[in-house]
């Protein structure tokens, strides 16, 4: 089951989507693969850390993809999205985060 569209998640992803559309297209395709009853966190906390991310991919922050990448990589590893997606979402990411948002830490 993919993550429900709450209010504040409708709210955020408008937001995002005005900053930037791609990445909000980006944020809704992450959130349909997500399967937030697998995991140990809230689905609220989930949201919030997704939308998080991505509003960091739009702004292009320093490390954002790096960020998005791990973050990714440890909700596939408790099941909550495809292991094999975390590549292609974090390339797409790659393309929208600026020239700095894929550094190491």
């Known amino acids: 089951m993919p ?3 709450t209010l504040s998640y ?3 992803l408008r937001d995002l989507r005005t900053l930037s559309p791609s990445t909000a297209e980006l944020a809704e395709r992450i959130a349909l693969d997500l399967k937030p009853e697998l995991l140990s966190i809230t689905p609220e906390t989930l949201e919030a850390q997704l939308l ?3 509003q960091e991919v739009a702004q292009q922050h320093i490390r954002c993809v790096t960020r ?3 973050w ?3 909700v596939a590893s408790e099941g909550g999205v495809p292991a ?3 590549p292609f979402f974090t390339y ?3 393309a929208l ?3 700095y948002g894929v550094l190491p830490e």
Do not use: F, I, Q
């Open 84 to 86: 094999k997606h975390v």
């Open 68 to 70: 998005l990448w791990d």
């Open 3 to 5: 993550l429900s569209n």
């Open 72 to 74: 990714l990589t440890a």
């Open 97 to 99: 985060g600026g020239p």
């Open 10 to 12: 409708e709210r955020r």
């Open 52 to 54: 998080d991310l991505m």
């Open 92 to 94: 797409d990411a790659a």
